[in-house]
């Protein structure tokens, strides 16, 4: 019954590893998100995805590499860890033009040692 | 560009005490306007909208009025409950921006019994 799930809910690694997260939503919705929120709870949009294609890419380091492969379905994958990365990950989806109610997951918090 | 200020936290309250979190924002056209919570360990859940001017938004006791005049969307709820310790968000949404929710900073509420 979850409409957005994320997997892992945790995650532990080292600097230098690379690791993924992932993202399932039962919604219907044709976009999808990946946001970051550090220590002080501000949160920043890191992609977005309208039916598997790429609407907003922000700053952010090309070690993230997100990936739709279809759209119920948003995949983070990032490479050679860094310290600053450690922060919780959300997931979101909405219908695109859905007047801004956008549904969230409960979270990845990844911590990088 | 556009902009979403909040006032900045924590707001501590003891129980049923009247609660205001200001928000202000800045932007083109005619936005729509959200406050989202986000409870202790969890993702963001809308809490309220409003979709034009002078439109009030109202859930879980909790309500913001749409002032184009001020460019506030103020929140308030007359009673507050310790379960209402969250942080809140301020976001708006225009659709020149290709549809992307723009963030406060977020402001934390605690509530004392």
């Known amino acids: 019954d979850t409409a957005v799930s994320q997997t892992p809910k945790y995650l532990v690694t080292q600097m230098g590893n690379d690791k993924s997260i992932k993202c399932e939503q039962n919604?219907?919705?044709?976009?999808m998100y990946w946001y970051k929120q550090d220590s002080k709870k501000f949160l920043k949009i890191m992609f977005s995805?309208?039916?598997?294609?790429?609407?907003i890419n922000e700053t952010v380091p090309n070690r993230f590499s997100p990936k739709s492969p279809d759209k119920a379905h948003l995949n983070l994958h990032i490479n050679s860890l860094e310290l600053g990365d450690s922060a919780v990950y959300f997931c979101?989806?909405?219908?695109?033009?859905?007047?801004?109610?956008?549904?969230f997951g409960p979270g990845t918090r990844l911590t990088v040692t | 560009g556009d902009s979403v200020t909040q006032m900045e936290g924590p707001v501590t309250l003891s129980e049923e005490a009247f609660l205001t979190i200001n928000c202000t924002y800045t932007?083109?056209?005619?936005?729509?306007l959200f406050w989202y919570v986000q409870y202790p360990g969890e993702g963001l859940q809308l809490l309220l909208k409003?979709?034009?001017a002078d439109d009030k938004g109202s859930n879980k006791g909790f309500e913001a009025t749409y002032r184009k005049e001020t460019t506030s969307f103020h929140l308030e709820k007359g009673s507050v409950q310790v379960s209402d310790s969250a942080v809140y968000f301020c976001a708006l949404l225009n659709g020149d921006s290709n549809y992307q929710l723009i963030w406060g900073a977020g402001t934390k509420l605690i509530i004392k019994p």
């Open positions: 932007a083109t056209g005619y936005p729509s």
């Open positions: 409003a979709t034009k």
């Open positions: 979101a989806s909405s219908n695109r033009g859905g007047l801004g109610e956008q549904y």
């Open positions: 919604l219907g919705h044709d976009t």
């Open positions: 995805y309208n039916n598997k294609e790429l609407i």
